[in-house]
């Protein structure tokens, strides 16, 4: 089992570049897959990138893969989400994962999460 707490969120302006992190505060990361999620206002959560528990491999979604990078570092026990060239959709809570299949695409897939972090990306 593993509690994770994301930072890193806040106000920027579009084309900005914000890193995000997840930090496991109990348990060992290593041992999950990491994944990163977002949910809009009124809008479903969403799937974003996802990264193995060696971080040999790693899954993005269709529309964010050129401009969104997931990487980690287990020394740390922690997944950081590195977001280039932001837009006004990508505003969003961002939530990460921790779970068993890097590359699941489903909430209902991912195992444990964190409690959100705001970003929002202005025009």
């Known amino acids: 089992q593993v509690q994770l707490v994301e930072s890193g969120g806040g106000l920027v302006q579009a084309g900005d570049s914000l890193r995000l992190s997840c930090a496991a505060s109990?348990?060992?990361?290593?041992?999950?897959?990491g994944g990163w999620f977002r949910q809009a206002p009124g809008k479903e959560r969403e799937f974003v990138a996802g990264?193995?528990?060696?971080?040999?491999?790693?899954y993005y979604a269709d529309s964010l893969k050129d401009r969104f990078i997931i990487s980690r570092e287990n020394t740390k026990n922690a997944v950081f989400l590195q977001m280039n060239s932001l837009k006004p959709e990508d505003t969003a809570v961002y939530y990460c994962?921790?779970?068993?299949?890097?590359?699941?695409?489903?909430?209902?897939?991912?195992?444990?999460w964190g409690q959100g972090t705001q970003v929002t990306v202005s025009s």
């Open positions: 994962a921790a779970g068993i299949k890097s590359s699941a695409r489903g909430v209902g897939a991912w195992n444990y």
């Open positions: 990264i193995s528990w060696s971080g040999g491999s790693t």
């Open positions: 109990t348990g060992t990361f290593g041992n999950y897959a």
